[in-house]
């Protein structure tokens, strides 16, 4: 298994435009989530999906849109870049949204994203 | 979600054993205690977690006092490949989406 991937690993965007985030998981786990992480920071939630076709927004959701069309892939999409959300983004995974013991999450290498 | 309380960084010797602290005094009965780390760069890494039995695995070791307010984490032989941060996490056992939520965790320096 390649576990969870991201692409690109870094990426460098002016203000206003927009891209996104690719993240993907071959473990056929039901819930998927998107971090951020700012430098000296834990990680904040930014979006979560449960299975596909759902999502639900996290603790800083706003500036980002996600969709869950199959379950092994999670986009995350800027929509108008902000020098505030540069930060490096993680996406993680794991098998139940149950939150039962087994629960553990597998993180993505990351993807470095500098808005100037 | 419980919050959660660590030192910002601790330093450890080579070989030694590396014993980092967390007070999680509002946890509560359906709440386990997880803790990840994340070495320079990359995603957080899952250790260990546990209810209220001391747990151990190839990795570590977790210990969690009988009033589960607080609990350590050992890492019996530290290495310098061990040099991170760790965090500890408290979340809900069921119920709830798979959310987890990440302090400043600790930096641990490992050094020869």
């Known amino acids: 298994n390649a576990g969870v991937t991201q692409t690109p690993k870094f990426q460098v965007l002016k203000t206003g435009q927009s891209m996104t985030l690719q993240c993907a998981q071959d473990m056929n786990h039901e819930y998927m989530s998107w971090y951020r992480q700012d430098p000296g920071m834990g990680l904040r939630l930014i979006h979560y999906?449960?299975?596909?076709?759902?999502?639900d927004q996290g603790e800083v959701p706003n500036g980002y849109n996600v969709s869950r069309s199959t379950t092994e892939d999670f986009p995350l999409r800027l929509l108008s870049a902000a020098p505030s959300q540069t930060s490096v983004y993680f996406c993680a995974s794991s098998y139940s949204v149950r939150g039962d013991s087994t629960d553990t999450q597998y993180f993505g290498p990351g993807t470095r994203l500098t808005v100037l | 979600d419980a919050k959660t309380t660590q030192p910002p960084s601790m330093d450890c010797a080579e070989g030694r054993a590396a014993n980092l602290p967390c007070n999680h005094s509002?946890?509560?009965?359906?709440?386990?205690v997880y803790w990840y780390r994340q070495i320079h760069s990359q995603g957080p890494q899952y250790i260990i977690h546990?209810?209220?039995n001391n747990e151990t695995n190839e990795m570590a070791s977790l210990i969690i006092t009988e009033d589960r307010k607080s609990s350590t984490l050992i890492l019996p032989h530290a290495t310098l490949r061990d040099t991170a941060v760790y965090y500890c996490?408290?979340?809900?056992?069921?119920?709830?989406?798979?959310?987890?939520?990440f302090g400043t965790g600790t930096r641990l320096q490992v050094t020869l």
């Open positions: 546990g209810l209220k």
């Open positions: 999906s449960v299975g596909a076709g759902i999502t």
């Open positions: 509002t946890i509560s009965g359906n709440e386990y």
């Open positions: 996490i408290v979340r809900p056992r069921s119920g709830t989406a798979s959310k987890l939520t």
